[in-house]
C-alpha cells in the first residue's frame, strides 16, 4: 500500500535541533515532489518547505528561511528536514506530503491541489519548550 512515514519529531529546547525523516513505501519518491506542513493547536495547517522530485528546486516559508534545510535522498525513498535553531513557534504536529504534480514555487501551501489527491503522512509531534 502507498504510505508515507513522518519520524523524527519529539521535545528539544529552543536553539536546539531535529531531523524529520518522510519514507515512503508503495510509491518510488524520485517521481513525486514533497512538502513538509505543519500545524500548530488552534492553528491552520501551513506549507514549511518543498522539495522538486530532482531536489534541484526548494521552497520555503519565510519562517523558517535559513534555520531549515530540506533535502531528499531518492536511493532511500526518503525525503528529511532539518530543522536547527528551533523557536517555540515551531511547536507542531509535522506533515509530509507527495504529488506527481510538477514542482512550482506556489504549490507549498496545504491548499494546493497538488496535496489533495495525497498520500499524507500520520505526522510527528515536534515540542519546542524550556
Known amino acids: 500500500q502507498l504510505q508515507l512515514v513522518e519520524s523524527g519529531g519529539g521535545l528539544v529546547q529552543p536553539g536546539g535541533s531535529l531531523r524529520l525523516s518522510c519514507a515512503a513505501s508503495g510509491i518510488t519518491l524520485d517521481n513525486y515532489a514533497i512538502g513538509w506542513f505543519r500545524q500548530a493547536p488552534g492553528k491552520e495547517r501551513e506549507g514549511v518547505s518543498c522539495i522538486s522530485s530532482s531536489g534541484g528546486s526548494t521552497k520555503y516559508a519565510d519562517s523558517v528561511k535559513g534555520r531549515f534545510t530540506i533535502s531528499r535522498d531518492n536511493a532511500k525513498n526518503t525525503v528529511y528536514l532539518q530543522m536547527n535553531g528551533l523557536k517555540p513557534a515551531d511547536t507542531a504536529v509535522y506533515y509530509c506530503?507527495?504529488?506527481?504534480?510538477?514542482?512550482?514555487?506556489?504549490?507549498?501551501?496545504?491548499?494546493?491541489?497538488?496535496?489533495?489527491?495525497?498520500?499524507w503522512g500520520q505526522g510527528t509531534q515536534v515540542t519546542v519548550s524550556s
Open positions: 506530503a507527495a504529488t506527481l504534480r510538477l514542482f512550482a514555487q506556489t504549490m507549498c501551501v496545504p491548499t494546493s491541489s497538488h496535496w489533495q489527491n495525497g498520500p
